[in-house]
């Protein structure tokens, strides 16, 4: 089963990544809480992030992928090598131009995502949140270039089927941002100074993920040629697919900025929406975006071959894997919510009220982790067909009712109404697009996935009702250390897993089989 082994392969990548992104969250609560230096700081990194995930991981992916696949497979590693030296320099200078216009009126466009941080009240003898957030902004900025390029030389590996680099490299900015924090643990650094520290470290991370990944793409001899930027017939047509992704990617992210200005408007409720957002992305990206990309290519091969059967197949096989592996998180972020959250980064300048706070989103954002692993499945079967214009018309639709739900919400229930907004919206989106791949024969489910889907279930509901009732049994160990933190939170995720396989065994979900398949070196062409 070569999509499971490239999934494991970026999943254990991406966990590796997870943990220390969890380290370096812990860390970032402790030092910084949920003040509103950090929320300057967070929201200054959400500006590049915003454009990144519009222009790298939305749109350029989604284009640039089965057009390199369609080169390599058809005309060879110099013409797949052409097109990626004519699609990375376009790419270095449209990304550029937008890196010197925002940081040109940075004290304008930050408004975006921050002009709720006006209105918070400075501390004393600092500047107000907003001008940090400027400050902080200006500096991470160069981020996007460096990401942009870098998601590129991610799509060539990922194309050719070498996963284990671009799946790491995003624990470099983990590794640098925990190495700033520990340093300003040992010389008492002023939260203002060390934001500013972090900023410049998010920036240093692109450096070296960017150097990272051109040095994997020499060590696999993958060529990656200079050109002069010109609009030649591949780039036409990368744009061509591009746009429609980026309209699509640039909907949901500036949905999503303006649900983070939304949320400024309430002191520590963009720190509460990060911590729990960072929590619940820790299994969305181990399933759902490890799947993702590694059913793009699978798919792509497939479909370029004639064989809708196979592809169909491949989408039955990830939809398994990914509900056996989502569920039981799922069931865990939302019924224990506040146990998870409090063992992970109640001390220091995180109050119990924060954990509170916190563990309310989580529970909201877990309602919808289904969806967004489903979403990350679903879309490769339109990119693989180099379809991106539907995609694009359900993001609207979803972003449009993310706005209108988020905004209510906020303003009836609270800060965590947009959280739940969120998840509205990713189901409303699934529905929609699986509808259309029914319709159009691109994906039914198959016997063997009406089979074992109920018994995954089941198996999540009785995991579930085992972390209910014990979870009461290890609060009491949670003391603000952690030593004995983190050995609750593994004795009551141990005994849940536990159950866990102990129920897909009993219900059969699982069996010998399937272990060995998933193990064993596949065999020809199929061998990565």
Not at 99 to 107: A, D, G, K, N, R
Not at 220 to 240: E, M, Q, Y
């Amino acid at each position: 089963m070569r999509l499971l082994r490239s999934t494991a392969i970026i999943g254990s990548m991406t966990l590796i990544s997870r943990i220390l992104g969890l380290v370096r969250d812990v860390l970032l609560a402790r030092f910084l809480g949920a003040s509103v230096i950090n929320d300057a700081l967070l929201t200054a990194t959400r500006l590049p992030n915003l454009f990144r995930r519009m222009f790298a991981e939305g749109a350029f992916n989604a284009a640039f992928i089965p057009l390199y696949a369609r080169r390599l497979e058809g005309d060879g590693d110099k013409a797949a090598a052409d097109f990626a030296g004519e699609a990375f320099a376009a790419l270095l200078v449209l990304v550029g131009a937008i890196v010197i216009i925002f940081e040109l009126s940075m004290p304008w466009s930050l408004n975006l995502v921050g002009g709720g941080l006006d209105k918070v009240s400075s501390v004393p003898g600092q500047l107000a949140p907003y001008d940090l957030a400027v400050i902080y902004a200006r500096i991470t900025m160069p981020y996007l270039i460096l990401m942009s390029l870098a998601a590129l030389m991610s799509g060539m590996l990922n194309a050719r089927h070498y996963f284990a680099a671009a799946a790491f490299v995003p624990a470099l900015l983990n590794v640098v941002w925990i190495g700033i924090l520990a340093y300003a643990g040992q010389n008492n650094m002023s939260s203002s100074l060390l934001a500013q520290w972090l900023a410049i470290g998010m920036t240093l991370s692109g450096v070296l993920q960017a150097a990272a990944l051109w040095w994997g793409l020499k060590r696999a001899g993958i060529s990656l040629p200079r050109r002069w930027p010109r609009l030649t017939p591949g780039v036409k047509r990368l744009f061509v697919l591009g746009v429609p992704g980026l309209l699509s990617a640039g909907i949901t992210q500036i949905n999503l900025a303006v649900s983070h200005r939304i949320a400024t408007i309430e002191d520590g409720a963009v720190s509460w929406l990060y911590y729990a957002d960072r929590l619940y992305q820790l299994p969305l990206a181990m399933i759902g975006i490890a799947m993702g990309i590694a059913l793009l290519p699978t798919l792509s091969r497939r479909l370029r071959a004639g064989d809708e059967q196979g592809a169909m197949n491949s989408m039955n096989r990830g939809m398994e894997i990914a509900a056996f592996l989502t569920l039981p998180a799922t069931m865990a972020l939302l019924l224990v919510p506040h146990f998870l959250i409090g063992g992970l980064l109640e001390r220091g300048e995180f109050m119990p009220q924060d954990t509170q706070n916190a563990a309310l989103a989580l529970s909201m954002f877990a309602i919808g982790l289904p969806a967004f692993v489903l979403l990350k499945i679903f879309l490769p079967a339109f990119f693989a067909r180099e379809n991106t214009r539907t995609p694009m018309i359900f993001a609207a639709l979803s972003a449009l009712i993310n706005l209108s739900v988020g905004v209510a919400l906020f303003f009836t229930i609270g800060f965590h109404g947009l959280a739940l907004a969120t998840s509205i919206a990713a189901w409303i989106n699934v529905m929609c697009l699986g509808f259309i791949l029914r319709r159009d024969g691109w994906f039914h489910i198959d016997a063997r996935l009406q089979s074992r889907l109920p018994r995954i279930m089941f198996a999540a509901l009785i995991m579930g009702a085992a972390l209910w009732a014990a979870e009461p049994f290890t609060r009491h160990w949670l003391a603000g250390s952690i030593a004995t933190d983190y050995l609750a939170l593994l004795a009551l995720c141990g005994f849940g897993g536990g159950v866990y396989i102990i129920a897909a065994f009993g219900l059969r979900v699982l069996n010998l089989k399937d272990i060995l398949e998933a193990v064993k070196e596949p065999a020809g062409d199929e061998a990565a």
